[in-house]
């Protein structure tokens, strides 16, 4: 195993380990021995994005797609550090292209319901609930597009809709708190003020305030 190699092994397992700082360290090490790895350049942008540290993250993902273009998961990274960068319309252009590469199978998922959350911030609901569909089509068992996708039908006013979104993410995940608050949101627009009250209940007994 070359020197590059060690110390990208040695940084993915650190980063698993959610020792976000040192796999930085190794990945660093790992750059310096060989500057044309590529997962070495997308597991250092990784450990960037969980520190919040973005700009150098949407760098290093650069420095990884110009070595290994065609990888949807970088590009899906790069979404994610532009996205968080709050700049959406960019984010949603960088998980289309990961579809293009990948649009099927977990980065397809992923991507799919990355570029929802992007849209939702742009506002186009419409377009990003159909992204939650694509993700959903991929993995109908996925919770967080049944909740993002109720999310975005409870700002189009589609309460009704949004409930049974997070009804579904409740049944696949009974202890998804963030599901049994927005549950509670939609159930209140409706005028369900019992089940409203037993969502947020639920959501509280999870421990999300």
């Known amino acids: 195993m070359s020197e590059d190699e060690v110390w990208l092994e040695e940084g993915i397992a650190l980063r698993r380990m959610g020792r976000y700082s040192q796999a930085a360290e190794a990945l660093e090490k790992a750059i310096a021995a060989n500057p044309a790895n590529a997962a070495a350049w997308r597991n250092l942008a990784w450990a960037l994005c969980q520190m919040d540290r973005n700009e ?33 319309e960019k984010a949603v ?4 292209r990961a579809i293009e590469l990948n649009p099927l199978g977990p980065d397809g998922r992923r991507a799919w319901n990355n570029r929802g959350a992007a ?14 569909d694509e993700a ?5 068992f996925d919770v967080y597009a049944w909740n993002n996708r109720g999310v975005a039908l409870g ?8 409930s049974r979104c997070f009804e579904k993410a409740i049944e696949i995940e009974p202890e998804y708190a963030t599901a049994w608050r927005n549950l509670g949101v939609a159930c209140r627009a409706l005028h369900r003020e019992e089940k409203a009250g037993a969502a947020f209940a639920r959501a509280r007994e999870l421990g999300l305030e």
Do not use: M, V
């Open 119 to 132: 849209l939702d911030n742009l506002q186009r609901h419409e377009e990003a609930i159909e992204s939650y």
């Open 136 to 140: 959903l089509f991929i993995d109908p």
């Open 56 to 88: 150098e993250a949407l760098a290093s993902c650069e420095k990884a797609i110009s070595q290994e273009p065609e990888s949807a998961r970088t590009w899906i990274l790069r979404g994610f550090a532009l996205h968080r960068l709050g700049r959406y």
């Open 155 to 162: 700002i189009l006013g589609r309460q009704e809709e949004a």
């Open 93 to 96: 252009n960088s998980y289309a």
